[in-house]
C-alpha cells in the first residue's frame, strides 16, 4: 500500500501532531508512505528523523507562498508521477484544496480531512471548495461533529464519510513525560508545592483564552495555593489581533506572577505530567490531542462543550458550559481533590479507543476500501 500523506505544514498544532504519528505508525505497519508538506514552515521535520534516516520516509518540502500556487500544483504532479502512490490523505484546507486541483485529470482516490466544526470560510476559500469538491473521493473526520458538518460541506454520501477519533502513541507520550528532569512548577513559580492548572492551546478566538483568563484569575485569586500555565502560541505584537487582546485581559486580571504565557514547548507531555489539572475552554474543537495525552498521564481535565466531547470524558460534571468561571473554578478544584478516582478510567478508555494502533487500523480499513474499488 503507497500512501500520499500531504499536509500545509508541520507547526506545533494537534493536526500536524496527528500527521506525524500517522506517518510513523503506517510505516511500522509496513505501507509505503510519502509526505509531502505544502510550505516550507517545518519546525517539527526533526520529529521524523528516525524514519527519514532509515530511508522508509520519502517526502517533499514545497514552495507555497500564496492562496493559488501553480508551481504547488506543479510540484504535487510531479511528485505523483514519481511516487505512484495508491491512495491520497489530506489534512487542512489547503492540503485538502490543492490534492484536488494537482489531480482534476485523474481517478486518483483523495481522501480529505474534516479536522473541525462549525466554522465559516472566507469568500476564497468557499469559491475553490467549491469548484473542486467534486473531486473529492472520500472524507475523514475526526469526530463525529465533524462529519455531520462535512455532509454538507461537501454533498457526499454518508457511506464516504468516516469519523476516525485521534490516535496517540501511549507508551511514547509516558516516555517523553519521564524524560526531562525539570520540576515544571518550580522554575515558572519557585515552589515545588504549589497547585499546577494548565491549558495547553493556540491563541486564537476558537480557544476562548478571554474565558480562560476568567479563570485563572478567580482560581489563583480565591485559593491562594494555585497557579496556571497557558502553553501555546505566544503573543502578537500587532495590536489589532486576538493574541493583543488577550493579552491586555491577562495584564489587567491576572496577577503575573501567578498566571504565565510561556509559548511553544517541545516537552508539552512533561508539563501535562508534572501538572494537577488540565483545562481547555474552546467554543469549538475536532478531537483534542492534549485531552487524550492527559487522559493517557491519568491527569484530570475540566472542559467546555464542544464537538465530541461527552464522547471522551466519562464524567459530565467536568464538562462546564461557557461564561461560569465560578463554576469552572469549582470543577478543577474537584478533579484535584478526587483524582484518584478519575487516574485508571482515563488511561483505560484512551487504550480502548483513542490509541495510535487503534486509529491506524481503522484508516488502514479505509484506504483499502477505496483502493480496491
Request: with cysteine; net charge positive; aromatic share 10%.
Amino acid at each position: 500500500m503507497k500512501i500520499m500523506i500531504m499536509v500545509t505544514s508541520l507547526v506545533y498544532g494537534g493536526c500536524e501532531t496527528q500527521v506525524i504519528n500517522i506517518v510513523k505508525a503506517l510505516i511500522k505497519k509496513g505501507a509505503h508512505v510519502f509526505l509531502f508538506i505544502l510550505e516550507q514552515n517545518v519546525p517539527r521535520l526533526n520529529e521524523l528523523s528516525s524514519e527519514i534516516d532509515s530511508k522508509k520516509l520519502t517526502y517533499h518540502i514545497g514552495s507555497k507562498t500564496n492562496m493559488f500556487d501553480v508551481q504547488s500544483i506543479q510540484e504535487i504532479r510531479r511528485c505523483c508521477r514519481e511516487w505512484q502512490p495508491d491512495i491520497i490523505h489530506s489534512f487542512l484546507y489547503h492540503s485538502d484544496i490543492y490534492s484536488r486541483l494537482a489531480n482534476l485529470d485523474n481517478k486518483l482516490p483523495i481522501l480529505n480531512s474534516e479536522r473541525n466544526h462549525g466554522y465559516n470560510l472566507k469568500f476564497k476559500q468557499k469559491f475553490l471548495h467549491y469548484i473542486t469538491r467534486w473531486r473529492t473521493t472520500g472524507l475523514i473526520a475526526n469526530s463525529y461533529a465533524g462529519a455531520e458538518f462535512a455532509i454538507k460541506r461537501y454533498k457526499l454520501e454518508k457511506k464516504h464519510v468516516h469519523t476516525v477519533w485521534n490516535g496517540i502513541d501511549i507508551p511514547s507520550i509516558n516516555q517523553k513525560a519521564d524524560e526531562i528532569d525539570d520540576n515544571i512548577k518550580e522554575r515558572f513559580f519557585f515552589d515545588p508545592n504549589i497547585k499546577l492548572a494548565t491549558m495547553i492551546a493556540s491563541i486564537k478566538p476558537q480557544k476562548n483564552h478571554l474565558y480562560a483568563i476568567e479563570i485563572a484569575s478567580q482560581l489563583t485569586t480565591k485559593h491562594t495555593n494555585w497557579r496556571v500555565l497557558f502553553v501555546g502560541s505566544k503573543f502578537s505584537a500587532d495590536s489589532s489581533d486576538y493574541p493583543s487582546e488577550v493579552h491586555q485581559a491577562y495584564n489587567k486580571k491576572c496577577n503575573t506572577e501567578k498566571v504565565k504565557f510561556i509559548g511553544n514547548r517541545n516537552d508539552i507531555a512533561a508539563v501535562l505530567k508534572q501538572s494537577d489539572v488540565t483545562f481547555l475552554t474552546s467554543y469549538f474543537e475536532g478531537f483534542p490531542n492534549v485531552v487524550l495525552e492527559a487522559m493517557a498521564l491519568g491527569i484530570p481535565i475540566v472542559s467546555t462543550d464542544y464537538s465530541d466531547i461527552r464522547h471522551i470524558l466519562q464524567f459530565s460534571h467536568h464538562i462546564i458550559e461557557q461564561d461560569n468561571p465560578t463554576k469552572f473554578v469549582n470543577a478543577i478544584l474537584e478533579c484535584n481533590e478526587n483524582k484518584h478516582l478519575y487516574t485508571n478510567e482515563y488511561i483505560k478508555w484512551v487504550t480502548n479507543y483513542a490509541s495510535i494502533d487503534v486509529m491506524v487500523k481503522k484508516l488502514i480499513e479505509i484506504y483499502d476500501t477505496y483502493i480496491q474499488h
